[in-house]
């Protein structure tokens, strides 16, 4: 069916918009402002404690968007410098291809895995490096694909320092290495991560105690010299330099999905990458998607995954709805940026509702959205249905939120997308974050409950505002992640705060 699925889903798409989420940030360094002023030297010093001595179990990854990877650029590491250098590790990237170092100081030799080739183009790349004693082996992975393996001999642990972990630079050469271009997504881990486990969470912010992590910059609250650590150890970082012209924090276009995202199964992504079908996100869920992004248009991505559920369900349904309403009881969630367009595909045999009959007349059938969890679903398309069973929407309006297949015994009446209501928290700010005791809350709606969870779930403060600023106290909370739950009738959010 797939085959013939192809002959009718690469139709011209128009085009909707939808911005990108100035919640996701990225390290960025412009290299023209920065080659013409001065050439600063700009890194970010995590620190030296002993975790970032990973020893024999290790993976270093980012997602980065360089000015140019044919150069030998350093993106992270942990080295003490001297001749020959016997300890420690360096990520980067050389010659479009991936450049990794450990040092085992038995033969005093820097194994270079032939890793890669990384496309010339500056899209964003998603790299990891890991190395395991177990194994022996060391490996590299370029968008999700293993790309290189080698195996260090002995394959003994890598020899600690007291060097500090250093992010954008050499680590034991502050000048002749600099990065320069967009980082984001820095994670540290000491597990050598799996192929599988690595395509698990590339495309998904992390929630910040996941087992085997040491440290997590995505640079969402970073501001002027303080990069904070969202991971479970709080190793802040300090950005040399921060008041330079070249550097800043800015909107990423990295293609990763919000912690809504990181709840979803099957996460997959369509973004510019140098590849056949980068504008398309194929699944065996029951989703396809084909966007109308082009080559170069770095800006633009898809991200998309589903709540991992099957059959049928009558809950969530719109108003009045029609007689023998039905949906799917898979919900697929969508981020996206940069203005993209396209076509939406449901399979409804993959999408694991066999309730839902094929056949039908097409008016029985609609594409359902919601924007949050709190909100129940809105009609907003009808479907083409060239093929029984497989229900494609066209003219596509990607907007982040939920979706899925609806159904009635008789015609379902489409209310359409003007009438999905906005986001109701497209105003919100929280300050300061990090924080120390009081966190200052603003572009709330009228009466949001307002919670504080931990990372587990347990709910640690609970109240209504009914004003659309509020101040809460969490100086006698335990310095740590925490989770803030804002919640209305029109919809629901969840954001990270780091308690200092």
């Keep these: 069916m797939r085959k ?141 694909v293993l790309a290189g393996e080698t195996t260090m001999f002995p394959n003994t642990a890598v020899v600690s320092n007291e060097r500090p972990f250093i992010i954008g630079n050499a680590p034991w050469d502050l000048l002749s290495f600099q990065f320069y271009g967009d980082m984001d997504e820095v994670r540290v881990w000491n597990k050598a991560l799996s192929q599988a486990e690595v395509n698990a969470r590339m495309h998904v912010e992390l929630l910040g105690d996941e087992e085997n992590l ?19 150890n709080n190793f802040d970082g300090t950005l040399s330099n921060a008041d330079h012209e070249s550097t800043s924090f800015a909107v990423s276009s990295a293609p990763v999905g919000n912690l809504t995202m990181a709840g979803m199964s099957d996460v997959k992504a369509a973004w510019y ?31 998309a995954g589903h709540n991992g559920l099957e059959g049928v369900s009558s809950d969530l349904a719109p108003e009045n709805p029609p007689a023998g309403f039905q949906r799917t009881q898979r919900q697929w969630y969508i981020n996206c940026a940069g203005g993209v367009g396209g076509s939406l595909t449901i399979l409804l045999e993959e999408a694991a509702a066999a309730d839902i009959p094929a056949n039908a ?11 949050g969890e709190a909100d129940n679903f809105t009609a907003v398309m009808r479907p083409t249905r060239p093929v029984a069973g497989v229900f494609q929407f066209n003219n596509m309006q990607f907007r982040d939120g939920f979706y899925a297949l609806g159904y009635a ?13 906005e986001s109701p928290f497209a ?29 587990s779930g347990a709910e640690l403060l609970n109240l209504q505002s009914d004003a659309q600023t509020q101040t809460i106290d969490l100086s006698s909370f335990e310095s740590g ?14 954001k990270k705060i780091i308690k200092n």
Excluded at 409 to 421: A, D, M, R
């Design 4 to 144: 013939l699925l192809l002959l009718f889903l690469l139709l011209p798409l128009l085009v909707s918009v939808q911005g990108q989420s100035t919640a996701n940030k990225c390290w960025s360094i412009d290299y023209e402002t920065w080659n013409t002023t001065g050439q600063p030297s700009l890194y970010i010093d995590c620190g030296n404690d002993d975790a970032f001595n990973l020893g024999g179990e290790m993976s270093l990854e980012v997602w980065a968007r360089a000015y140019t990877f044919a150069e030998n650029r350093k993106m992270m590491g942990k080295i003490e410098y001297h001749d020959p250098i016997d300890n420690g590790y360096v990520f980067g990237f050389e010659n479009l291809h991936v450049y990794a170092e450990y040092f085992n100081p038995t033969k005093q030799e820097v194994p270079r895995p032939g890793d890669g080739p990384m496309e010339p183009d500056s899209s964003f790349v998603h790299l990891v490096t890991t190395y395991s004693i177990s194994s022996g082996k060391i490996q590299s992975f370029v968008n999700g």
């Design 427 to 455: 105003g919100l700010q929280l300050v300061p974050n990090p924080v120390k005791e009081q966190l200052h809350i603003s572009g709330l709606p009228l009466y949001t409950t307002i919670s504080v969870r931990s990372l």
């Design 481 to 494: 992640l925490y989770l803030l739950v804002l919640e209305t009738e029109k919809g629901k959010i969840v």
């Design 273 to 303: 990458r140098n590849a056949e079908n980068y504008h398309r996100i194929s699944t065996s869920n029951g989703l396809l998607v084909i966007s109308d992004i082009q080559e170069k248009e770095f800006r633009k991505y898809v991200v």
């Design 214 to 232: 040491v440290a997590y910059y995505n640079f969402n609250e970073a501001a002027g010299s303080l990069v904070p650590d969202a991971g479970p």
């Design 409 to 421: 015994t008789v015609e379902f009446p489409v209310q359409g997308w003007t009438t999905v209501s």
């Design 361 to 371: 007349d097409i008016s029985q059938y609609v594409l359902l959205y919601r924007a």
